[in-house]
């Protein structure tokens, strides 16, 4: 539980739950445009999925949202990456962030593997240094390849 959230850790997608994850990736900017069929394909081949999950009660009706989302792809021993952490909007700065990457760190397939890495913006730096992350040297260059239209893409 964090601070005046009840949401409890689940590892995977709960049942119902890709919708919500869905709509906490499009809050973002930088995964705004993602597709229903292309969210499953990822979490499909996603290692280690992790969600903040409470439970919503309307009148009699009991229903569960979730309201944090994070994933990361590994090897189990060497490398492991932390992908799309995303908070719902009405619940940031209520300790979910914290919440979310140490579930995800804690993870039994990220949580002995020589480096974990992720990528953030800039004004994330100090959250993320908390956790013992830290900036890569510039000898190090972020390269990315971008899906070709003519191509198959799966």
Known sequence: MTRDIDADVVY?????????????LRSTGWAADRDRDGVRRMLDHTDV??????????GRTR???VVAFARALTDT????????????????????????IEAVCDHPSVAGVEQVVLECR?????????????????EA???KR?????????
């Open 12 to 24: 995977g997608i709960p049942d119902g739950g890709v919708d919500d994850v869905i709509r906490l």
């Open 49 to 58: 999925v992790v969600c903040l999950v409470r439970e919503v009660v309307s």
């Open 63 to 65: 229903d569960h949202e």
């Open 77 to 100: 021993e060497y490398r492991a990456f932390v992908e799309d952490v995303v908070v719902g909007v009405p619940y940031r700065g209520r300790g979910l962030g914290t919440t979310l």
């Open 122 to 138: 800039g004004e994330l730096v100090d959250f993320y240094e908390q956790f013992g992350f830290e900036p890569v040297p510039a």
């Open 141 to 143: 260059v972020l390269m």
């Open 146 to 154: 971008e899906r070709d239209a003519n191509r198959s893409g799966g």
